[in-house]
């Protein structure tokens, strides 16, 4: 069964630094891309940044300067790597990817990592 696990997340100031991580496991064949969604209080999950498996990156133009995704395939991870943190980028942090695994392809959720920035 393939599985995403987020980690990294935290409190931190405005105007500091995170790192979150996201690791997908299972019977993987391929990655084919990878996002990071965020959700605010009372608000719709966002798409923030996302990467394909030949190292296409797209961020939203509210992160744009100061957020980075990159990706290990082999280790079957994507990092964002978030700089300048503003009080609007708080929420939780979801991965997401589309995966083609034993069980065919499929996109998958992982269950999110808490990001609070403090004013």
């Known amino acids: 069964q393939v599985r995403l696990v987020e980690s990294g997340g935290g409190l931190v100031q405005a105007g500091g630094s995170l790192r979150l991580s996201c690791t997908a496991s299972?019977?993987?064949?391929?990655?084919?891309?990878l996002a990071w969604y965020r959700q605010a209080p009372g608000k719709q999950r966002e798409l923030v940044a996302g990467?394909?498996?030949?190292?296409?990156?797209h961020l939203t133009e509210s992160v744009q300067g100061r957020f980075n995704i990159s990706m290990d395939n082999a280790k079957n991870s994507v990092y964002l790597q978030m700089t300048r943190l503003q009080s609007e980028d708080t929420g939780v942090y979801y991965c997401n990817a589309n995966i083609y695994s034993t069980n065919g392809v499929g996109n998958y959720w992982g269950k999110g990592t808490q990001v609070t920035v403090s004013s």
């Open positions: 299972g019977s993987i064949f391929r990655i084919n891309d």
């Open positions: 990467i394909t498996d030949g190292g296409i990156t």
